[in-house]
């Protein structure tokens, strides 16, 4: 199977991964809800995970395909760095679902009540180990790998690890809320994307 066909596959499991995390019960109130949730954001991230996987062995088989991405939309290529999406695009998702979701909840805030979600996002959290060093390593690729496989890899592995990490950081409740956010930001570029694509 070629890599247009395992993304098309991909992409439609994602649908039905991000209903799966819709539907989890907010907020979790019992252990049972809890486990619930780490075990669907593990499961997301293995799914991710396994992206990659696939993506990098497709890059050793016809690397300039995955540069050139023909399953992408024209949007979606636009957006692309190094055959993918921007790591510091997750920050920017987490800052802005937190303030969103902060802004809905300011009479509650005000009234000392919290919810878990992400407009419970705390400074603290984005101090912890590992999450300011990662906005850094961007610049630091080109200089340090050879040939164009290797910069992709490294290009997903580093989306994969900044994933993994704003998802570490995140307790599950605001994991779940930042993939489901995530990939409704993919589902709406590529759906405006296909129907740019079919206005050419």
Partial sequence: MGFHLFYETWFD???HLVHQLTKAPKPPTTQEHHD?????VHKAM???SEYYRVKALAAKQDVLS?????WCTTLERSLHWIAGWRPTT???LVYTESS???ESHIVDILRGLRTGDLGDLSPAQFSRDGASDLTGKCAD??????????IVEKADDLRLRTVRRVVDLLTPQQAIEFLIAAAQLQFGI???GLDHDRRR
Avoid: T
């Fill in 36 to 40: 619930h949730y780490r075990q669907l």
């Fill in 90 to 92: 997750a920050f920017h």
């Fill in 100 to 102: 969103i979701r902060f």
């Fill in 46 to 48: 293995s799914h991710f």
């Fill in 13 to 15: 499991q994602l649908h």
């Fill in 190 to 192: 590529r759906g405006w």
């Fill in 141 to 150: 690729i080109d200089e340090k790998l050879e040939g164009l496989v290797k």
């Fill in 66 to 70: 995955i540069i050139v991405a023909p």
